[in-house]
C-alpha cells in the first residue's frame, strides 16, 4: 500500500514522483466515461461562459471561478470562442477544466481521491496533516487545448510554509504531441515560493499576485533543464508545491484527460487571502477534506 524508500527518496531529490499503473484500466475507463457523462450533461443555459486561463494578466476570478470551491463547475479553453464569442466547438470539446470539488460531490472521484492508499502515500510523504483542498479534471481539449506556463503550484495554493503536494492522474496516455507534463528536477530546492496568489475584488477581477518578503524570484528555466516523463493511461504523479513545471498545447487530434486533486499539510497556515475557502466559514481551511480521518 506504501511507498518504497527509493520512492520516497526519488521524491525528495526530484520533487516529483512517477507510480506506473497506479490506476488499473477498468478504474481509467470509469472516471474516464464520468468525465464524458458530465461533459454531456452540463448545461449551456444560464452559464457565465467564464473561461480558464493561467495566464496572469489574465482575468481569473469571476463569481463562477471563485464560488467554485464547493462546487462542480465547468471553465472553457479561451481558443473555445471566435471573434465574436460564439462557441466554435461543442460544448464537449471546449472546456479546458472542471472543477473544484469532486472529491467531495462525485463519488467516483472521491473514491478515486479519499482512500488507504492516498492516505499511505501522504504518510510515506511526510505530510503530518493531509487535507485535500480541491479537485479537477483538466481535458487538454484537441486543437485547442491550451498551454500551462512553468508554475509552482504553492503559488495558488499557499501556506506558511508552503507544503501543497499535487496527485495528478492520466486518464489517458499523456505524449508529447498533445501535452505532457514535464518537470525541471530539483527545482523544488533551489526555486523558492516568491509570491502568491490573493483574492483582491479589485477592478480587473477576483484574484491578483503579492511578493513574499523575503524570497528572490526564482530564475526562468531554459527549455533543455525540463524533462517530459512518460505518463501512459493509468499513471500518477506526484508533484512538489515548489516544483517548476508545465505542459505544452495540445494541437492533435487527441485530447488528453487528467484528474488531478491538491493537499496541503493542516499543520501549516492556511490563510483567508487565499482564494479557495470552503464555506460556511472562512477560517482558513478548516473545512477541508481530511484525508487521515476519511479515508
Ligand atoms: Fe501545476
Redesign the pocket.
Known amino acids: 500500500m506504501t511507498l518504497t524508500q527509493e520512492q520516497v527518496d526519488f521524491f525528495h531529490e526530484n520533487g516529483y514522483l512517477i507510480l506506473p499503473r497506479e490506476l488499473d484500466s477498468g478504474k481509467v475507463m470509469e472516471l474516464f466515461g464520468r468525465t464524458k457523462e458530465l461533459l454531456s450533461d452540463f448545461s449551456l443555459e444560464d452559464h457565465p461562459m467564464t473561461t480558464f486561463s493561467t495566464d496572469e494578466t489574465a482575468h481569473v476570478g469571476d463569481d463562477y471561478f471563485l464560488g467554485s470551491s464547493d462546487k462542480v463547475r465547468f471553465f472553457f479553453e479561451g481558443d473555445a470562442f471566435g471573434v465574436d464569442g460564439e462557441l466554435l466547438k461543442p460544448k464537449e470539446k471546449a472546456i479546458n477544466k472542471i472543477g473544484h470539488s469532486l472529491h467531495v460531490h462525485d463519488s467516483k472521484f472521491r473514491d478515486a481521491t479519499v482512500n488507504g492508499r492516498n492516505k499511505a502515500i501522504a504518510q510515506a510523504l511526510g505530510i503530518s496533516d493531509a487535507r485535500v483542498l480541491q479537485s479537477m479534471i483538466i481535458c487538454k481539449q484537441p486543437e485547442i487545448g491550451g498551454a500551462v506556463p512553468s508554475?509552482q503550484?504553492s503559488v495558488f495554493l499557499y501556506t506558511d510554509p508552503p507544503s501543497a503536494v499535487?496527485f495528478w492522474y492520466a486518464l489517458e496516455d499523456c505524449t508529447a504531441e498533445n501535452g505532457a507534463l514535464s518537470f525541471v528536477p530539483g527545482s523544488h530546492k533551489w526555486a523558492g515560493i516568491s509570491k502568491r496568489m490573493v483574492r483582491t475584488n479589485g477592478a480587473s477581477g477576483g484574484t491578483g499576485f503579492i511578493n513574499i518578503e523575503g524570497i528572490s524570484t526564482p530564475r526562468e528555466p531554459a527549455s533543455e533543464e525540463f524533462v517530459m516523463p512518460e505518463c501512459p493511461a493509468g499513471t500518477l504523479v506526484i508533484?512538489h508545491g515548489s516544483i517548476l513545471?508545465k505542459s505544452e498545447t495540445n494541437k492533435s487530434e487527441k485530447s488528453r484527460y487528467a484528474y488531478t486533486f491538491h493537499m496541503i499539510d493542516g499543520s501549516c497556515k492556511y490563510d483567508n487571502k487565499n482564494w479557495l475557502q470552503i464555506p460556511p466559514t472562512d477560517e482558513g481551511g478548516a473545512n477541508f477534506t481530511r484525508l487521515y480521518d476519511e479515508a
Do not use: F, K, L, T
Request: glycine share 20%; aromatic share 0%; hydrophobic share 20%.
Open positions: 508554475h503550484d499535487g508533484i513545471h
